[in-house]
């Protein structure tokens, strides 16, 4: 029904548009202005995604090993120890790249159009979202479909709280701390904790002793 759907959006576009839509993947990884909606290879890879995201949400939590597996052929990298509650859902798999010892709780969410790495000791709590797709403000151009992706890079030994947002083109640095709820549309610099909306520095973590807890 969705390939139905989708080739009948394709002949809609061809004769308001009188072209088709060639390099839309290219364009989506290199930062350009590209339509995901009309180009049938993205489609298929979000769909393919998806369908594997759907089997690893209903695979039995005790499984850890088929949960494991199957999340490995999803992402484009992991590293040797991992851990992803379910669900978890993303957009293309192969964009997204997870360091040892990552851990993420319930209902992480990447929208991976552009580059998303994780570094090592990364704890993700639960209902975290990581959006590289940005619409433009412009309504005229934002109604043709199109967007762009920024990457986003997450540091070693990261700890991102619950409920937080990480928009499109942010760099958290080594050993730094999101709290809770905090939406990150700015780079945050290694060493801090940071909180709010929007996400602000509010103090360097070198200066905090080991019985701060958050």
Known sequence: MLNI??????IFHIIKNKRL??????????GELFNASLDYKLFSERQ????LCHKYNN???????????????????????????????????YNITIGNSFCSNHNLLILDSAAVSFGENVF?????????????????VRNKGLGIAKPINIGNNVWIAANVI???????????????GSVVNKDIPANCFAAGNPCKVLKKLSCVLKTDYL
Not at 48 to 51: F, G, Q
Not at 124 to 132: M, Q
């Open 166 to 180: 990480v928009l499109a083109g942010v760099t958290i640095g080594d050993n730094s701390v999101i709290g809770a």
């Open 48 to 51: 393919h995604c998806k369908k």
């Open 59 to 93: 695979i039995s939590p005790e499984k850890i090993g088929e949960r494991n597996n199957l999340i490995s052929k999803i992402l484009g990298n992991v590293g040797k120890i991992f851990i992803i509650e379910q669900p978890f859902m993303c957009d293309y798999g």
């Open 124 to 140: 993700v709590g639960p209902n975290c979202g990581f959006y590289t797709s940005e619409h433009p403000l412009d309504h005229e």
């Open 21 to 30: 839509l060639f390099f839309e993947k290219k364009k989506m990884l290199s």
């Open 5 to 10: 759907l989708f080739c009948k959006q394709i």
